[in-house]
Every structure is written in C-alpha cells, then in structure tokens.
C-alpha cells in the first residue's frame, strides 16, 4: 500500500482541482464579506443548499465598481483553488457582476443613496451663480470637441469673460483623480464659476463623473460649480452634487453667460425707461418748482407789499371818487342854499321882526309902565325881586312902584 502525507495529499487535490476547474462562473448570494487590510476581500458565496468560500486579493478588488453588500446576488468569474494549509477549497475570483443588473448601474446606485443619505443633494446647500460670471474656469480635455463648442458658445455670448482652462482626464482608471484634483485648485484661485465637463460617451466613458472622489471634491468646493458632462439623457453623479446641472457643455456657458445683444437691448431698453424716469421727475420738479413760486409770491413780502399798495391805491381812489361824488352833492345844496338863502333869509327876517313887533306889543302890554298900577307892587328882599308866597312871618321886605319904595315886614301870613 502506498501511504501519502497530508500535504502530498492536498497538492494532489489541488493539482485535480485547479486544472479541472481553470475557470467556472457561479451565480449565488454573499454572506460573511470581510474587508482585509490588505486589500483582499474574503467572503462566502451561497445558495439554498450549499456554500462555498471565496476570495478576491487587491489587484482585483481595486476594478470592482460596485461595494460587496451581505445579501447581493452575484455572478462570479473566478477559478477553484485549494490552500494546502487547510485543506480548503475555495473559488479564486477574478471579477463579480451583480446578477441580473450591471456592475457600473448597480454601484452608480449604491453611490447615490449613499451621498442622497449624507445631504450631497440637499438644494439647500446649492450655491447661487453670478449673473455677470468675470473669470471662469474650465475642467475638461483640452484636446475635447467639448472646450471647443463651451469656447464658441462664450465668444458669442459674452467677450468679456476671462476664461482659465485645466486640462485633465475625462476617462479611464486615472480619470477620476485627475479631476478631483483640478477642481480642488480651481477652487483655491477665486474663480467666479467652475464647469466641469466632457461631451457624450458610453457609460464607462463617462464613469470618471460618477466616482465618489470627484463628487467629494464638488461638494467641498467653495466656488459654485456647474457640471456639464456628456448629452441631455445622461445623468451622473457631478451633476447631482453640483450647483447646477446643465445638459449639454455647449448648453452650459449658455445658462451661466449672458447674451451680449439681449443686454444691449436691455440696456437700450432700461436708457429709456431711464430718461422716460428722469423727464418725469424733471417735469414733476419743476411742477413743484412753479408751486412753490407761486405760493413764495402770494405770501412774499413784495407781494403783501404791493396787495397793501394795492388796497390802498383803492381805498385811495374811493376816498377820491366819494369826496368828489360828496364835493358835488355839497357844491349842489351850496348852490341851492345860496339860490334860496336871500329868500330864506327875507322870510326870516320878516317873520322876526313880526315876532319882534309882537313881543314889543306884549311887552307894552305886560311893563309896568304901560299898565294899570294902583294896587301893583313889585316885592324885593335883598335886592333881589321874590314871589310874595317866599316870605316868612317876621321877613323885612320892600315894596315898590314906579315911584315909591315902601319897607315892611311880615307881621302874619295866611293861604286864601
């Protein structure tokens, strides 16, 4: 009987196992995923019967585009290898697809829910554009159709923009880095706006703007950035994170530069709403300007002047025009008076001397001289001439006549 070791036994299996089985595609669900250090992956692939170890070393897990999660379906090309130490089998894999889905669609997936999940998307923290961008900066292939059409379109557009190009790699393994790190340095020179783009392409052409480093270094960036990559269809994970998604580059300059006619015209268009503007205010000043003139004159002191003038001028006039109206209504009774004066002044005349003549006759009759005088006597007290009724009993008084001054005095008197 031939007698083996064990480890004579197990590299006869291995050598069994691993010309047999040089390449095998398996299809089931993983479990166990280790992450090593090292960079190999270590996890077991499983059906509802059996399992079976795997192992993936670094040089192959760094082209994984998706991560490895517990309870993926996957389809693995890898060949069967035996570790002598343990006398274990196991699948050697080369590289994993998700099953029945792309790897790139399925870690294009797993990225965006992972960046959704940690606010990349947030339109809060979109930062707003400028509307007159002075220096831009432009991520690209310098030797791309895309810069061309991005430099056509701002020439046309707006001549004024100073515009910085960072030549990079828009695909391949190297892609990414590339341009993560030309974003970074655009971001540290103050430009305006940074487009980060390339034109159209397949999906692994355009793999590089789906890498979490590029979307990192968006998302850190301080300048607002526009991502402009590929056609109108395609969507990638810049254009999610970035402050403004444009679909095309060309479309790009278009929504971030001005047009030059469209503001000349609006220019044209607001200096004559300007001067429209000023007129009117003009025109209202000097509306204002003329009130107020008019009312500095009818409350200036040369106008209260000349109204007191005026006014006076009038009173004047008046007092004027009344004293001749009453000079001539005065020369006219003089006139009268005179005419009737030597009339009026015959009649009074006559009149007084009738009256003159008739006091004369009654004075004739009433004087003492000229009347009856026996029995008459004037009574005088003092020298002065009283009624008889004044005297008291014992008064001394004279009686008189034309001819005879008589002293007595009152012995009684009595009422009759």
């Not at 059996?50 to 082209?63: E, P, W």
């Not at 554009?129 to 430099?151: C, E, N, W, Y």
């Not at 300007?289 to 200036?300: C, P, R």
């Not at 004279?398 to 009595?414: G, I, K, M, P, W």
Request: charged letters at 25%; hydrophobic letters at 40%.
């Amino acid at each position: 009987m031939h007698t083996l070791s064990v480890s004579a036994l197990n590299e006869q299996i291995k050598h069994l196992l691993e010309e047999t089985f040089t390449r095998v595609f398996v299809e089931g669900e993983l479990s166990r995923i280790t992450f090593h250090n090292s960079g190999h992956i270590y996890f077991t692939l499983k059906d509802s019967g059996s399992a079976i170890s795997c192992v993936m070393f670094r040089g192959n897990a760094s082209k994984l585009k998706f991560r490895l999660e517990d309870g993926q379906k996957v389809i693995i090309d890898g060949a069967i290898t035996l570790y002598k130490p343990r006398g274990s089998y196991q699948i050697n894999c080369f590289s994993i697809e998700p099953s029945g889905q792309g790897a790139l669609a399925l870690a294009y997936e797993q990225l965006k829910q992972k960046l959704s999940a940690q606010g990349y998307f947030d339109p809060e923290i979109k930062k707003p554009l400028p509307k007159f961008p002075q220096r831009v900066a432009l991520i690209t292939s310098a030797t791309g159709a895309a810069l061309q059409d991005m430099l056509r379109v701002a020439n046309a557009r707006y001549r004024l923009l100073e515009i910085d190009i960072y030549d990079v790699l828009v695909q391949g393994e190297s892609a990414a880095a590339s341009i993560a790190h030309a974003i970074k340095r655009a971001d540290q020179e103050g430009y305006d706006v940074i487009v980060v783009g390339r034109g159209g392409g397949s999906i692994e052409d355009l793999w590089a703007f789906n890498e979490e480093i590029v979307a990192n270094a968006i998302f850190e960036a301080k300048t607002p950035i526009v991502s402009a990559v590929g056609h109108e269809i395609d969507w990638l994970i810049s254009d999610f994170v970035a402050d403004l998604r444009a679909p095309t580059p060309s479309a790009a300059m278009e929504m971030i530069l001005p047009d030059t006619n469209e503001l000349l015209m609006t220019l044209d268009a607001m200096s004559e709403q300007l001067t429209q503007l000023v007129m009117q205010k003009i025109y209202n000043k000097k509306q204002e300007l003329e009130h107020l003139k008019n009312a500095y004159e009818q409350h200036s002191v040369e106008k209260k002047l000349k109204q007191r003038h005026d006014a006076i001028t009038q009173l004047r006039e008046a007092f004027e025009q009344n004293m001749a109206l009453k000079l001539r209504s005065y020369s006219n009774e003089v006139l009268n008076l005179k005419e009737r004066l030597p009339q009026a002044m015959a009649s009074k005349l006559s009149l007084a001397q009738n009256q003159l003549l008739q006091l004369q006759k009654m004075l004739e009759s009433n004087h003492p001289k000229y009347k009856t005088k026996k029995g008459f006597a004037q009574i005088a007290k003092d020298g002065r001439v009283i009624e008889l009724e004044s005297l008291q009993k014992g008064d001394t008084f004279e009686a008189q006549s034309d001819h005879v001054v008589v002293s007595a005095q009152v012995l009684e008197t009595r009422k009759i």
